[in-house]
């Protein structure tokens, strides 16, 4: 077998102009969805994402202000300009650009953004609604996993899922993704006994890792859908976490990486912004 590629550029090209006509209409209607982005330090992969939303922001028609500050800022610094994000009207989405520099309490952090300013979705109100089967702002990885699983036309319900990582930023959230859509998921770790043979039991496999060529031909079930989230620098160049070449040549469907999840991240935190802005809307109507 050899599997299709799955088009992330493309799926997301095609989001994006949803997202920016949805923003047109909002602004028409006198709100314009603003997103500010809040990044500590001068860490230069954070530097990359960071410049790939504010564009994003400005293809869609969303307002986008980036709030820098320094390394060294402390975490009451950083929580009080959260805080006056918090308080503004012209801004609906807060987001904080992960990692933050070392001794810097994340969790405190992202629970200091409001609820319904948090576009990331890694607030634990959102986190929970997302469990309680009550989702609003699903985060955006996982929501772009989701819809690169259904851009197939494979139906997730009753199908053996495996997601490889536990993270709340992408295991966690996409299995919970999978469970909502009848998925039977197992999750996988680094304390899991024989990965392999747990990933050979997937229909659907997703591997959020970090780790280069940790997946294999051998460990893919022939047939099955395989989502690459991981993205690791290898001598310059950009890889997954799958085997690309190895599992092309078993699965049904893969993600390249690069060209894979990485678009759709992107575009669901523009979904996320537009979402946001639309709720204050439906608040002051
Ligand atoms: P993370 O927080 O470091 O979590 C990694 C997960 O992988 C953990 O749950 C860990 O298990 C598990 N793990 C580590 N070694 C393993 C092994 N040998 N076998 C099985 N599981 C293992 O990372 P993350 O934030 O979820 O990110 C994962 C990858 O996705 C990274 O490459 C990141 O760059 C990429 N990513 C891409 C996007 C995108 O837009 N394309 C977005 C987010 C993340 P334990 O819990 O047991 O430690």
Same mark, same amino acid.
């Given at each position: 077998?050899?599997?299709?590629?799955? &088009?992330?550029?493309?799926?997301?090209?095609?989001?994006?102009?949803?997202? #920016?006509?949805?923003?047109?209409?909002?602004?028409?209607?006198?709100?314009?969805?603003? /997103?500010?982005?809040?990044?500590? $330090?001068?860490?230069? #992969?954070?530097?990359?994402?960071?410049?790939?939303?504010?564009?994003?922001?400005?293809?869609? $028609?969303?307002?986008?202000?980036?709030?820098? /500050?320094?390394?060294?800022?402390?975490?009451?610094?950083?929580?009080?300009?959260?805080?006056?994000?918090?308080?503004?009207?012209?801004?609906?989405?807060?987001?904080?650009? /992960?990692?933050?520099?070392?001794?810097? &309490?994340?969790?405190?952090?992202?629970?200091?953004?409001?609820?319904?300013? &948090?576009?990331?979705?890694? +607030?634990?109100?959102?986190?929970?609604?997302?469990?309680? &089967?009550?989702?609003?702002?699903?985060?955006?990885?996982?929501?772009? *996993?989701?819809?690169?699983?259904?851009?197939?036309? @494979?139906?997730?319900?009753?199908?053996?899922?495996?997601?490889? $990582?536990?993270?709340?930023?992408?295991?966690?959230?996409?299995?919970?993704?999978?469970?909502?859509? +009848?998925?039977?998921?197992?999750?996988?770790?680094?304390?899991?006994?024989?990965? #392999?043979? @747990?990933?050979?039991?997937?229909?659907?496999? !997703?591997?959020?890792?970090?780790?280069?060529?940790? !997946?294999?031909?051998?460990?893919?079930?022939?047939?099955?859908? @395989?989502?690459? *989230?991981?993205?690791?620098?290898?001598?310059?160049?950009? *890889?997954?976490?799958?085997?690309?070449?190895?599992?092309? #040549?078993?699965?049904?469907?893969?993600?390249?990486?690069?060209?894979?999840? $990485?678009?759709?991240?992107?575009?669901?935190?523009?979904?996320?912004? !537009? /979402?946001?802005?639309?709720?204050?809307?439906?608040?002051?109507?």
């Amino acid at each position: 077998m050899s599997a299709k590629s799955i &088009d992330g550029r493309s799926i997301a090209a095609e989001l994006e102009k949803k997202v #920016a006509a949805e923003a047109a209409e909002l602004s028409a209607a006198g709100i314009t969805p603003g /997103l500010a982005v809040v990044l500590v $330090g001068d860490d230069p #992969a954070s530097r990359v994402y960071v410049n790939s939303k504010k564009k994003a922001c400005l293809r869609c $028609g969303i307002y986008s202000e980036e709030v820098k /500050l320094p390394a060294t800022a402390t975490q009451a610094e950083i929580m009080a300009v959260i805080d006056q994000l918090n308080q503004r009207n012209d801004i609906h989405g807060i987001l904080v650009q /992960l990692p933050m520099p070392a001794g810097i &309490d994340e969790h405190q952090i992202i629970n200091c953004v409001h609820p319904s300013k &948090d576009v990331d979705g890694f +607030h634990p109100v959102n986190l929970g609604r997302l469990i309680s &089967d009550e989702p609003m702002f699903i985060p955006c990885t996982p929501a772009g *996993v989701m819809d690169l699983i259904k851009s197939t036309g @494979v139906e997730i319900k009753g199908k053996e899922c495996v997601v490889v $990582g536990r993270s709340l930023i992408v295991g966690k959230p996409v299995s919970f993704l999978l469970l909502r859509e +009848h998925g039977t998921v197992t999750i996988a770790h680094s304390r899991t006994a024989n990965l #392999a043979e @747990v990933c050979r039991r997937a229909d659907i496999l !997703v591997v959020g890792v970090g780790r280069p060529n940790l !997946v294999t031909g051998n460990m893919i079930k022939p047939g099955a859908v @395989v989502i690459d *989230v991981g993205t690791n620098r290898v001598n310059n160049s950009l *890889v997954g976490d799958v085997n690309f070449e190895e599992a092309a #040549a078993v699965a049904s469907y893969i993600t390249p990486v690069p060209g894979g999840v $990485g678009p759709m991240t992107i575009v669901k935190l523009m979904e996320n912004t !537009v /979402l946001a802005a639309r709720l204050t809307k439906k608040q002051h109507s």
